[in-house]
């Protein structure tokens, strides 16, 4: 194998001509990555925050098994099959509330898109015109297709370059205090016959900097969403799944979202899946006798068996074993070890939030570099904006756990 060929690839967030070599995997087990030459990885990131029982876990890798020959791919017009009613039947009943209309795709962006479509036409089904703008908020991201893109936070983030090509919506605070509140409060009202929904991350907002709010947040935001009948969208495509301490960030704040979105942890970080989930009052603005009420959409692998049956044997995992627990003592040994980084020169913060561990450092001049020297120091860490931080797998040990702290302690000291 010639790992240096790369003439025919276009890898993700990359300038392609300066960017350096990516690096050849031939193997992943439990939390570790194995690289061409033998050398493994500690990954501090489970594959963007997929693969929350660590890699090749048994009892997925036998669920797809079993369905590989049974039946790998079906469509789902017209057809339905086993593993997607029983994984939308476990998702309804694990989300609190009335969110039970399970809408499956197989990728996040493309999740938020159908959330937003939905939303948008849950108005026009009830007549209401002109609902076709979302509030979003600063320093959000829910994904790199058009819509997606158009509601993450375009003034710092990824897509800055294609701000003035997207559709546009309100960009917001976040009613982390009161006067934000106010602020959020008096501009839906004036523009409350434009709005569709408000979307928001719940709790964390992951890849636009790792940032961390409070559950009241998410109650003011439902406060709100109900008194100017808006609908509340929480993409929960990182949180979900005890990414931060309960199995869906919504749970912790007592809040039932309108629609909320998964995708990520969902597969158990096996296959490509997504999904989006509405209440029965979103549902019921569809079930007409009018075929135009219909929800047009239906992605080719939507409901893909294979995704399906890695979801539901990740779903058995979470009942069979103690996650959440897991998460639980992942959030104390971070938060005990990352503090070590406190000290040094050049952080701004350390904070810990479930499973999530950031450092925050007052700027990277050279991800690229930096990046490098935690592969020389044993782990997989991929540090983005001014953040350095851990999203590691749910089963990792804790002496895997303290290589990861340790590698920031190390690579952050060294500057
Ligand atoms: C909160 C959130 N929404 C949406 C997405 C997009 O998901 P995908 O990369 O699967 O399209 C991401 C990906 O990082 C995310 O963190």
């Known amino acids: 194998?010639?790992?240096?060929?790369?003439?025919?690839?276009?890898?993700?967030?990359?300038?392609?001509?300066?960017?350096?070599?990516?690096?050849?995997?031939?193997?992943?087990?439990?939390?570790?990555?194995?690289?061409?030459?033998?050398?493994?990885?500690?990954?501090?990131?489970?594959?963007?925050?997929?693969?929350?029982?660590?890699?090749?876990?048994p009892h997925i890798r036998q669920a797809v098994e079993r369905q590989l020959a049974a039946m790998p791919h079906v469509m789902f017009g017209g057809l339905v099959h086993e593993q997607a009613l029983t994984l939308a039947k476990?998702?309804?009943?694990?989300?609190?509330?009335?969110?039970?209309r399970v809408f499956f795709s197989e990728s996040g962006s493309v999740a938020v898109e159908i959330a937003m479509k939905m939303a948008v036409q849950y108005w026009l089904n009830k007549d209401e015109r002109g609902r076709t703008k979302?509030?979003?908020?600063?320093?959000?991201?829910?994904?790199?297709?058009?819509?997606?893109?158009?509601?993450?936070?375009n003034g710092e983030g990824m897509h800055a370059m294609l701000a003035g090509a997207l559709p546009e919506h309100f960009a917001m605070n976040l009613p982390l205090d009161?006067?934000?509140?106010?602020?959020?409060?008096?501009?839906?009202?004036?523009?409350?016959?434009?709005i569709a929904g408000i979307i928001v991350e719940p709790l964390v907002q992951g890849a636009g900097g790792m940032r961390f709010h409070d559950e009241a947040v998410l109650r003011r935001l439902r406060e709100t969403?109900?008194?100017?009948?808006?609908?509340?969208?929480f993409d929960e495509i990182f949180t979900g799944f005890g990414r931060t301490g309960t199995m869906f960030a919504c749970e912790a704040a007592g809040v039932v979202p309108d629609i909320v979105t998964l995708s990520k942890a969902l597969s158990g970080g096996t296959l490509p899946l997504a999904a989006t989930v509405a209440r029965r009052k979103?549902?019921?603005?569809?079930?007409?006798?009018?075929?135009?009420?219909?929800?047009?959409?239906?992605?080719?692998?939507?409901?893909?068996?294979?995704?399906?049956?890695?979801?539901?044997?990740?779903?058995?995992l979470f009942e069979r074993e103690p996650r959440l627990a897991q998460v639980k003592a992942i959030s104390e040994q971070m938060t005990q070890e990352l503090a070590r980084c406190r000290d040094l020169p050049g952080i701004s913060d350390v904070r810990v939030k479930g499973a999530i561990g950031v450092v925050?450092?007052?700027?990277?001049?050279?991800?690229?570099?930096?990046?490098?020297?935690?592969?020389?120091?044993?782990?997989?860490?991929?540090?983005?904006?001014?953040?350095v931080y851990?999203?590691?797998?749910?089963?990792?040990?804790?002496?895997?756990?303290?290589?990861?702290?340790?590698?920031?302690?190390?690579?952050?000291?060294?500057?």
């Open 1 to 57: 194998m010639d790992w240096n060929h790369l003439d025919n690839v276009w890898l993700p967030y990359a300038q392609m001509k300066t960017m350096r070599p990516p690096l050849p995997v031939v193997g992943t087990q439990g939390c570790r990555i194995v690289l061409a030459d033998g050398r493994e990885l500690i990954d501090g990131i489970a594959s963007w925050w997929t693969a929350c029982h660590g890699y090749n876990h």
């Open 90 to 100: 476990r998702l309804a009943a694990l989300l609190p509330g009335d969110l039970e």
């Open 134 to 153: 979302f509030v979003a908020f600063k320093g959000g991201y829910h994904g790199d297709t058009t819509g997606a893109m158009a509601v993450s936070d």
């Open 178 to 194: 009161a006067s934000s509140e106010a602020a959020l409060s008096a501009f839906i009202k004036v523009h409350g016959e434009e």
């Open 225 to 233: 969403a109900d008194r100017y009948d808006c609908l509340l969208i």
């Open 282 to 316: 979103v549902f019921e603005a569809f079930w007409s006798d009018d075929p135009k009420a219909a929800l047009m959409h239906g992605p080719t692998y939507m409901g893909n068996p294979l995704a399906c049956a890695a979801a539901n044997a990740s779903l058995d």
């Open 360 to 387: 925050e450092l007052e700027r990277i001049d050279d991800l690229s570099a930096m990046r490098a020297r935690f592969v020389e120091q044993g782990v997989f860490i991929r540090p983005f904006g001014n953040v």
């Open 390 to 415: 851990l999203a590691p797998s749910f089963t990792i040990r804790p002496d895997e756990l303290t290589v990861l702290t340790s590698a920031i302690k190390a690579v952050l000291g060294a500057r």
